[in-house]
């Protein structure tokens, strides 16, 4: 069990994060997407797959794909310098699924705040599977969008589906959204789901400090009565850069004109812990990702559209 301390409750901008090396590399991962970390056993290799899959592991009772992140990361030449007998599999659980990582040392958890870390910056053509970057011990950590990975490699399924949900096509023009999302993949996904369910007045950002600024922004030019008008509905990931999910939420709810706006949280890591803290900073719901459709629904709930 994990330390029943501050991480335990809502709202602090906290998180653990594992690092980890590939080749000579240092990476980060958030210590909640971490299942296990074990010895690498044999792996049967599969036909056809991604250049990056290594084949199937099996981890106690559970058959698993393992991705070589040496070589999604750096290509073939590093991939056949940096494979070792010594390996770590680092099994991790996401959106509702396990994808298992080739890895070649495993450092430690530090324990940090959110505000620590910082986006990647813009830059044209950058396409690297990076949401942001921490400084621990002197040294720059990047921390992976595992999400991303997984999508480039098809064994993650990001893509918008009808599932068991049929999102009929309104006319929200007059119904404002604003969310909050780190993976440049994911926000594209949220736009292009909410644009086709009619929602053209949608605003995004890379992360919770920037949205909480917008917002209060909005605030200040509205009062009680008008403010949904302006704002009908947040949206929001958990982990991202500066400030999470959990810690915009309890700032939202603090604010007296901001504190009535339906919050709904959509993230990778939906389990009972954060639903137990999503009910503790206010947020109104969580949708787990990639269910686009139901998150779309439940924003039609959020702002009374039927």
């Known amino acids: 069990m994990k330390d029943a301390g501050i991480l335990l409750e809502a709202g602090t901008n906290e998180a653990e994060i594992l690092v980890f090396q590939v080749g000579d590399q240092s990476f980060g991962v958030n210590v909640a997407k971490v299942k296990e970390?074990?010895?690498?056993?044999?792996?049967?290799?599969?036909?056809?797959?991604?250049p990056a899959i290594e084949g199937l592991a099996q981890v106690r009772n559970e058959v698993v794909t393992l991705v070589n992140l040496?070589?999604?990361?750096?290509?073939?030449?590093?991939?056949?310098?940096?494979?070792?007998?010594?390996?770590?599999?680092?099994?991790l659980e996401f959106n509702s699924q396990q994808l298992a990582f080739r890895v070649q040392r495993i450092q430690r958890i530090y324990r940090v705040s959110w505000t620590a870390t910082k986006p990647?910056?813009?830059?044209?053509?950058?396409t690297a599977p990076v949401t942001s970057v921490i400084l621990l011990d002197g040294k720059l950590i990047q921390i992976l969008d595992f999400e991303t990975i997984?999508?480039?490699?098809?064994?993650?399924?990001?893509?918008?589906?009808?599932?068991?949900?049929?999102?009929?096509?309104?006319d929200a023009a007059n119904c404002?959204?604003?969310?909050?999302?780190d993976s440049r993949m994911i926000s594209?996904?949220?736009?292009?789901?909410?644009?086709?369910?009619?929602?053209?007045?949608?605003?995004?950002?890379?992360?919770?400090?920037?949205?909480?600024?917008?917002?209060?922004?909005?605030?200040?030019?509205?009062?009680?009565?008008?403010?949904?008008?302006?704002?009908?509905?947040?949206?929001?990931?958990v982990e991202m850069p500066r400030m999470d999910g959990f810690t915009l939420s309890k700032q939202l709810r603090s604010n007296d004109r901001l504190a009535q706006v339906?919050?709904?949280?959509?993230?990778?890591l939906v389990s009972r812990d954060n639903e137990k803290k999503g009910k503790q900073v206010g947020v109104s719901?969580?949708?787990?990702?990639?269910r686009y459709d139901e998150l779309v629904l439940r924003i039609r709930e959020a702002a009374g559209i039927q």
Not at 194 to 212: C, K, Q, W
């Open 37 to 50: 970390v074990l010895e690498i056993g044999e792996v049967t290799s599969i036909p056809h797959g991604h």
């Open 70 to 91: 040496a070589q999604y990361l750096y290509g073939d030449e590093e991939f056949a310098q940096t494979v070792g007998a010594k390996d770590y599999l680092l099994l």
């Open 120 to 126: 990647l910056p813009e830059a044209p053509g950058m």
């Open 150 to 170: 997984g999508n480039r490699i098809g064994q993650i399924d990001q893509a918008p589906s009808s599932g068991d949900h049929f999102v009929e096509r309104v």
């Open 176 to 181: 404002p959204i604003v969310f909050a999302e």
């Open 188 to 237: 594209e996904m949220i736009l292009d789901s909410l644009h086709a369910a009619g929602f053209s007045n949608v605003r995004g950002f890379t992360d919770g400090e920037d949205a909480l600024r917008y917002l209060q922004k909005v605030a200040a030019e509205h009062d009680a009565s008008t403010i949904r008008s302006a704002v009908s509905v947040v949206v929001t990931d």
């Open 262 to 268: 339906p919050i709904i949280i959509f993230s990778s």
């Open 285 to 290: 719901c969580q949708v787990a990702k990639p």
